[in-house]
C-alpha cells in the first residue's frame, strides 16, 4: 500500500532550523512533484514548497529564503531544510505526491496522496 510518513518535527526556537523528511513507499513518485503544506490552528492548510521531477522547486513568498526543499528519487525521499524559524511557521506540516501532472503545484487539490503530518512548534 502507498504511505507517505513525515518525521523530523519538534519543537525549536525562533532562529532555529529542523530538517523534515518524507518517505514515500508502496510506489515511486519519479516523474511527478512533491509539496509540503503545512495547516496551523484556526488557519486553512497553505502551500509550503514544491519540487518538480526534474528538481526545480517552487516556495510560498513567506518561507522563500529560509526554506529549501530536494529530494532523491532513488530513495524515494523529499527533505525540508527549514531554517531561521519563525513563531508563525508553527503548524502541522504535511507531506504529498501527486499522481498526474498539474501545474498548479501550489493546490493541495493537486496532491493525490498525504502524511499523516509531523507537528512544528517554534517557540518566542
Known amino acids: 500500500q502507498v504511505q507517505l510518513v513525515e518525521s523530523g518535527g519538534g519543537m525549536v526556537q525562533a532562529g532555529g532550523s529542523l530538517r523534515l523528511s518524507c518517505t514515500a513507499s508502496g510506489r515511486t513518485f519519479i516523474g511527478y512533484a512533491m509539496g509540503w503544506f503545512r495547516q496551523a490552528p484556526g488557519k486553512e492548510r497553505e502551500f509550503v514548497a514544491a519540487?518538480?521531477?526534474?528538481?526545480?522547486?517552487y516556495y510560498a513568498d513567506s518561507v522563500k529564503g529560509r526554506f529549501t526543499l530536494s529530494r532523491d528519487n532513488a530513495k524515494n525521499t523529499v527533505d525540508l531544510q527549514m531554517n531561521s524559524l519563525k513563531p508563525e511557521d508553527t503548524a502541522v506540516y504535511y507531506c504529498?505526491?501527486?499522481?498526474?501532472?498539474?501545474?498548479?503545484?501550489?493546490?493541495?487539490?493537486?496532491?493525490?496522496?498525504w502524511g499523516q503530518g509531523t507537528q512544528v512548534t517554534v517557540s518566542s
Open positions: 504529498a505526491a501527486q499522481t498526474s501532472y498539474s501545474n498548479s503545484y501550489y493546490s493541495p487539490l493537486q496532491y493525490a496522496y
Open positions: 519540487i518538480r521531477s526534474g528538481g526545480n522547486t
